[in-house]
């Protein structure tokens, strides 16, 4: 049998998952506009799980990372504007030189700039990682997840860098996707993050990991 490390298996396995992202990016787009109930459900779930967060901590008020949504992605700003409206801190990335990320604080009137590539993104502060980190509640973006937990990012490596294991186990770690995008398997590499629940429109799921 092939090790792993096998420089033909690694190759397979980032050529599997270029295909998969871009099936999977073509069937999302193809599904535009999405059900308007989506929104509310995912509003409503995201809602739920920082009042649970809130109860369990004991805090009254959170800090939230999470990530604005293009259209083609599950639609989280009607939730993120309900939590930001409540009081909750909200935390999204901007993209940085050398495929890092900062952070910056997000409310519905934050104002927005086009990068060096053309991309609208949040003006504010820049945080560190240290502030997604510190975060209570996580929304982690993907394309597909599976049913062991393994996460099929952009291909940028950003999450993998940074998330670590404390927070991928985390009660209040989510990821999120469509529900059709949680996958029997995916391919993957050692390096690739693993998340324990995924939240999509059809609510939570937990997941092997």
Not at 51 to 80: M, N, R
Not at 90 to 114: G, H, Y
Not at 143 to 163: E, H, K, S, T
Request: aromatic share 8%.
């Amino acid at each position: 049998m092939m090790s792993p490390s096998h420089p033909n298996t690694a190759e397979k396995i980032a050529a599997d998952k270029k295909l998969l992202r871009a099936s999977i990016r073509a069937r999302r787009a193809a599904a535009l506009p999405h059900p308007p109930q989506w929104s509310k459900n995912f509003e409503q779930n995201m809602k739920d799980i920082v009042h649970e967060a809130c109860q369990q901590l004991g805090q009254t008020h959170l800090t939230i990372a999470a990530y604005l949504p293009v259209d083609v992605e599950p639609p989280l700003i009607p939730g993120l504007t309900a939590l930001s409206e409540a009081g909750h801190t909200i935390l999204v990335p901007r993209v940085e030189p050398q495929r890092q990320l900062s952070w910056v604080r997000w409310t519905p009137e934050t104002e927005f700039a086009k990068n060096s590539m053309g991309i609208e993104e949040p003006l504010g502060e820049k945080l560190d990682t240290q502030a997604f980190l510190d975060a209570h509640v996580h929304f982690v973006p993907a394309l597909a997840y599976d049913v062991n937990g393994a996460r099929l990012g952009q291909g940028g490596g950003y999450y993998d860098r940074f998330l670590t294991e404390e927070i991928a186990k985390s009660p209040f770690t989510f990821g999120v996707v469509f529900a059709r995008e949680i996958l029997d398997a995916l391919p993957t590499d050692t390096w690739d993050s693993h998340l324990e629940q995924v939240l999509t429109e059809e609510g939570i799921t937990k997941l092997k990991s």
